[in-house]
């Protein structure tokens, strides 16, 4: 079955530290996003991507990046690591087009010493 | 600026009995609504879509209903298995592909 897998689901980092997450899709999806969730914010978009180099910014990107190599993943890049970036974070993809429902990996719950 | 609110944050059920959440939004223009259900722990797995108003979708003891301003997901006759958070998204005219505005979400709990 296709699916969608974050690594790794914890991770404790220290402020200053550069972090990279993982996200890997075996849909084939063209799109893919960076979420991060937070109590009283909801879900928020860092970065996405609609195809192989393309990389945008979504609300809250300061602070991350995205590359974009190939189809099936998405590595999301905390240059140097602040406490505000403690969150859970999930990535997400879609097939192209406007209304496509997106599907979601599990998580990576980071928190920043 | 998009908006999009849910109501109540939390929810109290007893097993069976039958209620409403709610998602109201102020978008500049409705291109889909979508309700997810995120587990404790978990992503958000989706559940609907909805494109227009007056459009209804089921899925066992779930309906999704969409007016002009706001969207219902009602439960009917839950169980305790149906407790989680419920997520509304909204994508909006303007916005490029695939990007959704997210309510805060509602935390249901069904007790037995």
């Known amino acids: 079955d296709a699916e969608i897998t974050q690594s790794p689901r914890h991770k404790i980092t220290e402020t200053g530290r550069q972090v990279t997450l993982a996200c890997h899709q075996t849909?084939?999806?063209?799109?893919m996003f960076w979420y991060r969730q937070d109590l009283g914010h909801g879900l928020r978009l860092i970065h996405y991507?609609?195809?192989?180099?393309?990389?945008n910014k979504g609300e809250v990107s300061d602070g991350y990046s995205v590359s974009r190599s190939n189809t099936e993943d998405l590595p999301l890049t905390l240059e140097s690591a602040a406490s505000s970036q403690t969150s859970v974070y999930f990535c997400?993809?879609?097939?192209?087009?406007?209304?496509?429902?997106?599907?979601f990996g599990q998580g990576t719950r980071l928190t920043v010493v | 600026e998009d908006q999009v609110t849910q109501s109540p944050e939390a929810l109290r059920l007893q097993e069976g009995e039958s209620s409403s959440l709610n998602c109201s939004y102020t978008v500049s223009g409705l291109r889909g609504l979508f309700w997810y259900r995120q587990d404790p722990g978990k992503g958000p797995e989706f559940l609907f879509t909805?494109?227009?108003a007056g459009e209804e979708k089921e899925k066992e003891r779930l309906k999704a209903t969409l007016t002009k301003k706001e969207s219902f997901l009602h439960i009917t006759a839950p169980k305790p298995e149906d407790s989680a958070t419920y997520l509304c998204a909204v994508y909006v005219d303007g916005t490029s592909y695939g990007k959704l505005t997210f309510g805060q979400g509602t935390i249901l709990t069904v007790h037995p």
């Open positions: 997400a993809s879609s097939e192209a087009g406007m209304n496509t429902e997106a599907f």
């Open positions: 991507s609609y195809g192989v180099q393309d990389t």
């Open positions: 849909w084939n999806h063209n799109n």
């Open positions: 909805l494109y227009s």
